[in-house]
């Protein structure tokens, strides 16, 4: 029988030392791009990828990752797609697994990714759902440790929205041991099935209402866009979320050398001011470049080619 393939869903699902070297070997890959000295580890290989939803820094990234490693990418939209005329989630894993190497995909449901991914005999990324968003994080992760060393035991504050990009630091704090401070109003807080997952693993999640205390003394601050892709209500939204929005008062309750980090599109004057994003904690076009990198080390470990 065949091996079962390497996916990359969530951060939660696997082992910290397998993370640990995916992001030791996207450094490895950078280091060695930036000496122009690329590695080619995917030569012959093909990603699809499909966005079911608009993308920058995560099409632009996978597209230019594949290139640069020797492999090839297929950009393609549902909407293009017999998916988008109602084939099924699992007919296209399986007609895709037959032509690629790899599929990336973008999709709100993520549930449907699962589908992709329980019928594909070949590795599936997800390049962010409703509910997460890994490689976001896998590029963070990577960030934080490039400016200030080992994450372990540090103090992330997250203020703002509960949505995708929170869940992948929440499951990142989990794996890589630090604390996770969040702070949402109450009636956009995290969902029971996340407060439920924070019990039951023992992760030094805080959950709670209030932005300061969250921010206090935090190694790093994070916050991301108050409407998510696919969130209703923005208006409301924009109402509720105002007094968790990141600018130079709310930073002063960090540690002075603090990070500020945002996964962009960033909505300045939203959830954060251009003083702040502008300003010198801020490491958020690192971050953007990281996305390259990290995807670096996330297609070689579905690739079996991690060194
Ligand atoms: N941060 C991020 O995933 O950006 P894109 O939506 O541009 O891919
Ligand atoms: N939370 C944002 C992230 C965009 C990269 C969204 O889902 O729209």
């Known amino acids: 029988m065949s091996k079962a393939p390497k996916h990359f869903l969530d951060i939660n699902e696997l082992p910290l030392s397998e993370l640990k070297s995916m992001l030791a070997a996207s450094s490895a890959m950078k280091a060695k791009q930036k000496a122009h000295q690329p590695v080619k580890p995917l030569e012959g290989k093909t990603l699809a990828m499909i966005f079911e939803r608009p993308s920058t820094r995560t099409r632009v990234s996978f597209d230019v990752a594949m290139r640069q490693l020797g492999g090839e990418p297929i950009m393609l ?8 005329r109602g084939e099924t989630i699992a007919d ?6 037959r032509y690629v190497d790899a599929i990336m995909i973008r999709i709100l449901n993520h549930d449907a990714l699962l589908e992709l991914a329980a019928n594909a005999t070949v590795p599936v990324i997800n390049g962010l759902t409703r ?3 890994p490689c976001q994080v896998m590029a963070d992760l990577m960030t934080y440790e490039e400016h200030r060393g080992p994450i372990e035991g540090k103090t992330v504050a997250w203020t703002g929205d509960d949505n995708n990009v929170l869940a992948s630091w929440a499951h990142a704090a989990e794996r890589f041991k630090f604390n996770l401070n969040v702070a949402t109003p109450p ?8 407060r439920d997952w924070v019990k039951a693993t023992g992760a ?8 300061e205390a969250a921010v206090r003394d935090a190694d790093c601050v994070v916050t991301d866009t108050w409407v998510s892709m696919g969130d209703k209500e923005g208006e409301h939204r924009h109402n509720v979320l105002k007094p968790y929005q990141v600018n130079a008062k709310l930073m002063s309750f960090a540690k002075p050398d603090a990070l500020f980090m945002h996964c962009l599109p960033a909505h300045r004057g939203e959830e954060v001011t251009d003083e702040v ?10 971050e953007a470049e990281n996305r390259l990198h990290a995807q670096k080390g996330i297609l070689a470990w579905c690739f079996d080619a991690v060194k």
């Open 92 to 97: 296209t894993a399986r007609v895709l697994s």
């Open 187 to 194: 009636e956009l807080a995290p969902k029971k099935a996340m």
């Open 77 to 84: 939209t549902g909407a293009e797609m017999q998916l988008g």
């Open 131 to 133: 509910r997460s968003h």
């Open 277 to 286: 994003i502008d300003g010198p904690q801020s490491v958020v076009f690192d």
């Open 204 to 211: 030094s999640i805080m959950l709670g209402t209030d932005a």
